[in-house]
């Protein structure tokens, strides 16, 4: 049980397009999730909080309007990637909260040429 | 602010040798902490976890930590490398509002 997806796994857009990314949790219900980024060879830093029903909290630093998220259902967050340039590739990564437990999705590999 | 260091930026044992990987935390109350593992491209996979009680723990891949308070830390360890073992290591910390920090990794490479 307590099994989180991200959809897509990898992909690559052109800069200035914006590409949406998934995550679901599959067997439980997730009234937050987070939004973590990784650069290469770097550590997971925390982006945002979504929560179910209202609007997501950012970290400093990041740029609610580029990294857009919605999480619009108990399974469902969205983190959307407007305007997409090559700083933002990184390494997406989400994770849902269960029980006081944390748990990851698989990662989405974003390249932006 | 709740914070994790990890002091070794990369290990290098060889296979069958013992491990012990660092971790440090700065939290005011009690922690909930764990140990990550991730392979190259890969997500996170939970190797143990610390919420309350017994001090040493026991996780998966024969890994175990302990929990020192007096030290604050939570140092990772295995009694005999697998050369399947190197991956980058990371320790972290539930922080307030349930946030996860993570410490910045130890790159473990093994020796056959």
């Known amino acids: 049980g307590a099994v989180v997806s991200q959809h897509p796994s990898w992909v690559i857009c052109k800069s200035g397009t914006s590409v949406k990314i998934e995550c679901r949790s599959l067997?439980?219900?997730?009234?937050?999730m987070f939004w973590y980024r990784q650069f290469p060879k770097q550590s997971l830093m925390l982006m945002a909080t979504?929560?179910?029903?209202?609007?997501?909290?950012?970290e400093q630093g990041v740029e609610k309007d580029k990294f857009l998220i919605n999480h619009a259902s108990l399974t469902l967050s969205t983190l959307t990637v407007t305007s997409a340039h090559p700083e933002d590739s990184s390494f997406y990564i989400c994770?849902?909260?269960?029980?006081?437990?944390?748990?990851f999705g698989p990662g989405t590999r974003l390249t932006v040429t | 602010a709740q914070s994790v260091t990890q002091p070794d930026i990369h290990i290098t044992v060889s296979e069958g040798a013992s491990l012990e990987l660092r971790c440090n935390y700065s939290?005011?109350?009690?922690?909930?902490l764990f140990w990550y593992v991730q392979s190259p491209g890969q997500g996170l996979q939970l190797l143990l976890k610390?919420?309350?009680?017994?001090?040493l723990v026991q996780g998966i891949k024969g890994f175990e930590a302990e929990f020192k308070r007096s030290q604050s830390s939570f140092n990772l360890r295995k009694p005999s490398v697998h050369w399947s073992d190197a991956a980058e290591y990371f320790c972290?910390?539930?922080?307030?509002?349930?946030?996860?920090?993570f410490g910045p990794g130890t790159s473990l490479s093994v020796i056959p």
């Open positions: 067997d439980f219900q997730a009234t937050t």
């Open positions: 972290a910390v539930v922080a307030s509002y349930d946030k996860v920090i």
């Open positions: 979504s929560n179910e029903g209202s609007k997501a909290t950012y």
């Open positions: 994770s849902a909260r269960l029980a006081g437990e944390q748990y």
């Open positions: 610390y919420f309350s009680g017994d001090t």
């Open positions: 939290y005011g109350a009690t922690p909930y």
